[in-house]
Structures are given as C-alpha cells and as structure tokens.
C-alpha cells in the first residue's frame, strides 16, 4: 500500500506565498495523477489543483493565476505554489494521488495540513 504526508501549511498574511508538497510512498508501482483538495470549516471539499502523469494540469477558477501544481516524479512529490493568497484560501488543504501499487489500486488521501490567511 501507499501513503500520502503533506507539508509547507501555516499561517501568512493576505498577498503572501506558500508551497506546500506531498510524498507519496510505500510500495508504489506508479503515480497516475495527484492534486490538492481543500476544505473549509462548512463548506464541502472542493478541487484546487490536479495534474496527471502526462502533465496535464488543471485548476479551480478562484486559483487560476495564483498556484501553480507541479511534479517531481523522481522524488513522487507533488507541489502547490500558492501566491497572492487571500483570506478566502483557508482551509484545511488534502493531498490526493491515484497509486498502483504492488497490492492495488486506488485513491489515496493525505492527512490534510491547515493553511490560514490573515493579517
């Protein structure tokens, strides 16, 4: 099976930068696609950001412009660069990756990893 570790959430103020990144390990036989989900308090969640194997990225309208989702196939890392954040973009935010691996196939979640805008 698979695993998911998020990492880079935290607190910064309304037009700062984070990147966050996402691991995938365990006995993986290959990475179909991977993306970033968001949640927050009260509201469902919701797509931020996917791109597949081939590279093929897509996005929510309210980031388009602001993060870019990138890959490190090498390393199974997927990355968010998220800029010109704004209050609207806290949320607990979700590492999602569709995995083969030796054991099967699947959606994997990670634990999520809170991220806050205010001044």
């Known amino acids: 099976q698979g695993q998911l570790v998020e990492s880079g959430g935290g607190l910064v103020q309304p037009g700062g930068s984070l990147r966050l990144a996402c691991v995938a390990s365990?006995?993986?036989?290959?990475?179909?696609?991977m993306g970033w989900y968001r949640q927050a308090p009260g509201q469902q969640r919701e797509l931020v950001a996917s791109?597949?194997?081939?590279?093929?990225?897509n996005y929510a309208d309210s980031v388009i412009g602001r993060f870019t989702i990138s890959t490190d196939d090498a390393q199974n890392t997927v990355y968010l660069q998220m800029n010109d954040l704004k209050p609207e973009d806290t949320a607990v935010y979700y590492c999602?990756?569709?995995?083969?691996?030796?054991?099967?196939?699947?959606?994997?979640w990670g634990q999520g990893i809170q991220v806050t805008v205010a001044s």
């Open positions: 365990g006995n993986i036989f290959s990475i179909q696609a």
């Open positions: 999602n990756a569709f995995l083969l691996t030796l054991d099967d196939a699947g959606d994997y």
């Open positions: 791109i597949t194997s081939a590279g093929n990225a």
